[in-house]
């Protein structure tokens, strides 16, 4: 038996001692009816401190006290413990496609109905990245999608059309391939400019805005940020551009501009663009946010501004009629991934920099990409609106026949598309972009940051670089 008196339990704060005092006497009272004394058995103490601290909570705790590394712990876990359930601390995969209709007809508030709408393990899912993108203890409104650029289309589809998309002169060629493979035909346009260059953009937005056929008032000019962008790691200044576009649209009461930060190479502990202003944010949840090379999914979160809300709106209308949501199980992957996020970027961006700052020294490389490097152009603005900078570099040795040596020459490190897995990726880009559309410049190889030693990955690296200059010196 255990001995529990009310002076036991010490809090500092006196309304709530006051408070507890009631509540432990009150118990203690209801305890000695059964012959027990001040006496409580294991069960009921346990029982007790589970609702002293509910009690102690109620009014002061609340989800936005909680830092981002320990939301991610707790991905898909229920907000707060149970008393009585054995609830389980991985969620279950809900596969069933639909639900039983209730006999009155009506499914109900919220009532599930079927899989393409809505299913519970998305919904944790889209849930727990809400509130990582939102902050402060808010819920982002957040689609979970197949893939990224199941996202990416849908988003687009989403807008009032004439649509115009303002895209970064760098970007995930995935992007302007889908626009000129399926999208141009339907009237979604876009325009390459850059976006590093705020003044640049500025002018290149109030322009359209100025022009006769001004597309903002007719339809909807999207300005899309991709940050650090792929393959160049160039860094775009998303808080500046959000505020000239949130400027733009008070001054001009109707006209629909949106911003979109396609956020795959920073996830969330690394930059989290709604709190930067912009009104919606796209992940590849198959790189970071997964983790393992093993899922394919997409994410956007919308911020809770008036425009964030309308684009979440419509979004979601698009995403259902279309059907382009993600699997449960692909789903509860992600949800996984997520509980060793901060970890595992973590490690990443450390990696990466000890990687960038070796080949930065390296007699054979003719120039590193990495925003963490002093030398990079934008490292200002990487240092601003990253809390690291990233698990993702690429470099440039002197033609493409060396590139493809070094690439060839590797052994830890693995040659492979995609990023944000465990094991260090190496891809020559240029070879893999469509011929037409290749802006990777030749000798450029992309690098995809795991979790392995460091030294092991600089020793086969310096190996492969040392093979391929005998091999290009010849
Ligand atoms: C920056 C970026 N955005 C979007 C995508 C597309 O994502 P997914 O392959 O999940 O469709 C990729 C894929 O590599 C990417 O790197």
Redesign the pocket.
Known sequence: MLHITSSKIALNNNSRLVFLHHVVNRQLNSSSGKGGGDELSPAEAGRLGYQLRKNLDKNSWNESSLSLSTLLSHAGLSSSSNENNNAPLSPPIELATTYERPADGNYGEGGLIYSRSCNPTRKLLETAIGKLEAGHGQTAPTFAFS????A?ASLLLAQKSPVKVLLPEDV?H??PTQLHVCLNDHGILHESVNMTNVHDIRQTIEHHLESKHNIADDGTLVVWM?TPS?PLCQVTDIQSICEFVNDMRSQKQNSNIITVV?S??APPVITRPLLLGADSVIH?G??YLGGHSDV???TISCSPNKTGKSIAQRLKSVQTSIGAVASPLECWLTLRGLRSLHVRVERQCQTAMKLATYLDGHEHIVQVHYPGLESHPHHATAKHQMTMYGGMLSFEVKSESMAMAVAGAVNTIRRAT??GGTETLIEHRASIEPPERRTSPPGLLRMSVGLEDADDLIHDLKAALDIASQICHK
Do not use: F, Q
């Not at 893939?147 to 199941?150: L, N, Q, R, T, V």
């Open positions: 893939s990224g650029m199941a990416v995930y995935g992007v991709e792929n396609d795959t190479w590849s198959t790189k394919l999914l997409g995609s990023l």
